[in-house]
């Protein structure tokens, strides 16, 4: 379908100072045309390579800082098969381990994704073995009935620990490069949001009937809007989209508070934008400019009352105030990162099952003035099964769409993906997984604009 453009997109590019995200197109990768093998999707083979060349030589993201504040408080991630855990130490650090007590094998924390508070030490219920904060020995019970002494190891198996932009990372591999050189552009593109600042309004996981890459690129691409989410071409521009590739990692800019070219202009403001500009403070029926004006009629808006409000926009450029800036840490981290609210996804692989994925769902706010931090309340992890709870219009959208491109790809009729143009981060994904779990990893990515 030939589509007619009624407008184009401004960037802020060349409005742009030194100072804030990056907003220069980054060079264009040159990528084969070739099909992506559907059994990366569906074979117990394929997994398990991705376990042992991937998952466990990358970083990952474990929690955010805020859940473990103080000296003693710790949370467990679970990851594939592995279970994580992390503990603030009393120097303000964060260290990860293994949770597995170093006696039998027992867990050693029980309750997961919780966060739990410790004082001097952690102690496995089987029979009371202590750890120290850091991890090593505190207490044995009848030690002396072991002749050959304490284990060796000293205590709890740490792993690569370390925090940016609000949250704590962990990694699998000893050896693992520092975190902020794996990170590459993303804190310098993310800093001037300043995640730090928002509020945790939501967060839980539910389980999903795809294999994990599935939900990675149904976030990775907006050329399905016109397919899924038809009530978006009233609220974004799905075609005339910013998409650049890094090293790993990817993002794209999605102009919102606009029209998609697939759609005819409407003969007033399309509800979705009256709700852009509802939630700036503005007041829809006093907004006497085009539809065409109304994202950068918001962009102004912002502008000038943002700091009435309580919101300091001062690091960002006018684009972000309206546009989501959506970026991918590879492997499994989907981010919509807006002026006033992270939509954050992680997406866990099922520890023996292609077929299956666990969808993290966090949701953060910007505070405004209203905000009392009294009466906050942090939200408590919950787990579902896939249908079980919402998780707003559009990723039911995309939720309930999910297992039917699983049982789809599982089909013998089905050899892999076809993809097109608009679809070039699922390629770029492609190409770093296969770096990895090919174990060709030494081999140059491409190169990282910014
Ligand atoms: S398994 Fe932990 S104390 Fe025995
Ligand atoms: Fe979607």
Redesign the pocket.
Known sequence: MKVRRQQKIKRTAKRQGAAGTPVKPAPKPNFSTEMIPKDRYTSRDYMQREWEHMWTKVWLLGCREDDIPEPGDHIVTEIGPDSILLIRQKDRSVRAFYNV?Q????Q?VHAVHEPQEAEESLR?H????QYRLDGRFFDIPDLETFPQGAPPCGGLIGLPCDTWGSFVWFSLDPDVEPLLDYLGIIPEHLDPYHLDRMVLKEWKTVEWDCNWKASVDAFNESYHVQGIHPQLLYYLDDLDIQIDCYERHSRYLIAFGVLSPRVVSPSEIPPPIKVVMRDAGMDPASYEGSVYDAREAIQKFKRKNGPKQGRDYSALNDDQLTDDYHYMIFPNITMNVHADDLMLFRQRPHPEDPNKMFFDYWMFELPDNEFDDEEYKRPKWRQYKHGETSLGLVINQDAYNLPFVQKGMNSAGYSGLWLGDQELRIRHFHKTLEDYVSGDTAKPRTKAGS
């Open positions: 007590c006696h039998r094998g027992n050693l496995c089987y029979h009371n073995w």
